[in-house]
Every structure is written in structure tokens, then in C-alpha cells.
């Protein structure tokens, strides 16, 4: 069975950092797009930033230049290294992976458990 977990969530204060880790484990033909979304108290699920197999990226402009995404493709694992970081940046955040699993051979949607990020003084 194919799953994501995540892990490196927690309280920073304001302007500091945090790392979010994601690995993918199971039974994995290979993996398309990685990456990570967040949700707000009260707010929709949004992108944050992903990132594709042959390295291309997009990123919300909410966090241009302040986070970015890699991708270790042979540890099937996705990074989100948050910098400058802000108290609008307190959500649960997902990561998300396209994965053709070896059993199905169907690229399917795979989505995380989710791990809190709160930015808070």
C-alpha cells in the first residue's frame, strides 16, 4: 500500500525557519508531481509549492522567495524548507504526490495526513 508521511511541523516564532519532510513508501512504479498544499482555520485547501520528476516548480506567490521545494527522487521524499516565516503561514500542511503504484499501474492522487505548522510570538 502506498502512503505519505510527513514530518518537521511545529510552533516557530515569526522570521524563523522550518523544514517539512514527506516521504512516499509502498510498492512504487514512479512518481510525477511532489509536492506541498496547506489549509488555514476557515480557509479552502491551497497550493503552496510543487515540484515535477524532471525538477520544474511553481510556488504561490504568498511564498515566492521565501520557501523553497526539493525533491530527493530516489529517497521518493519531497522538502519544503520555510523561511521568513509569517503567522499567516499557520495551516495544517499536506504534501501531495502523483504516484503509479507497481500494483495498479494507474497514476493515482496520494495525499499526506498532514502535519501543523504555527507561527505565533
Known amino acids: 500500500q502506498v502512503q505519505l508521511v510527513e514530518s518537521g511541523g511545529g510552533l516557530v516564532q515569526p522570521g524563523g525557519s522550518l523544514r517539512l519532510s514527506c516521504a512516499a513508501s509502498?510498492?512504487?512504479?514512479?512518481?510525477?508531481?511532489m509536492g506541498w498544499y496547506r489549509q488555514a482555520p476557515g480557509k479552502q485547501r491551497e497550493l503552496v509549492a510543487v515540484?515535477?520528476?524532471?525538477?520544474?516548480?511553481n510556488y504561490a506567490d504568498s511564498v515566492k522567495g521565501r520557501f523553497t521545494i526539493s525533491r530527493d527522487n530516489a529517497k521518493n521524499t519531497v522538502y519544503l524548507q520555510m523561511n521568513s516565516l509569517k503567522p499567516e503561514g499557520t495551516a495544517v500542511y499536506y504534501c501531495?504526490?502523483?504516484?503509479?503504484?507497481?500494483?495498479?499501474?494507474?497514476?493515482?492522487?496520494?495525499w499526506g495526513q498532514g502535519t501543523q505548522v504555527t507561527v505565533s510570538s
Open positions: 501531495n504526490a502523483m504516484i503509479r503504484p507497481i500494483i495498479t499501474g494507474i497514476l493515482s492522487d496520494y
Open positions: 509502498g510498492r512504487i512504479f514512479n512518481i510525477d508531481v
Open positions: 515540484r515535477s520528476s524532471g525538477g520544474s516548480t
